[in-house]
Nanobody, 115 residues
């Protein structure tokens, strides 16, 4: 059974940093593709960052240069380092992984950036 769990969200002032993590079970360690989405109140869920199994990363224009997606092989997590946070980054952040054509989602972690 595949399960994704996010952690690390919280409240931070504008300009601050947070690091959120996604740990998964039920997916082999050799498969490391992942996407991070976020959904702000009243808005559609949007893709913010992705990493392919080959390690290729992509970022939404709105967060490019501020967020970094990476793997922590020791902790077996895939993290999203968020720097220079802005109030408009406030959202619930979800990790998403596809395995055998099925999309799996975590429960989300709330990130709130105060002005």
């Amino acid at each position: 059974q595949v399960q994704l769990v996010e952690s690390g969200g919280g409240l931070v002032q504008a300009g601050g940093s947070l690091r959120i993590s996604c740990v998964s079970s039920g997916i082999p360690d050799t498969i490391t593709n992942i996407k991070w989405y976020r959904q702000a109140p009243g808005k559609q869920r949007e893709l913010v960052a992705s990493m392919s199994s080959g390690g290729v990363t992509n970022y939404a224009d709105s967060i490019k240069g501020r967020f970094t997606i990476s793997r922590d092989n020791a902790k077996k997590t895939i993290d999203l380092q968020m720097d220079s946070l802005k109030p408009e980054d406030t959202a619930v952040y979800y990790c998403n992984r596809r395995f055998f054509g099925i999309d799996y989602w975590g429960q989300g972690t709330q990130v709130t950036v105060s002005s």
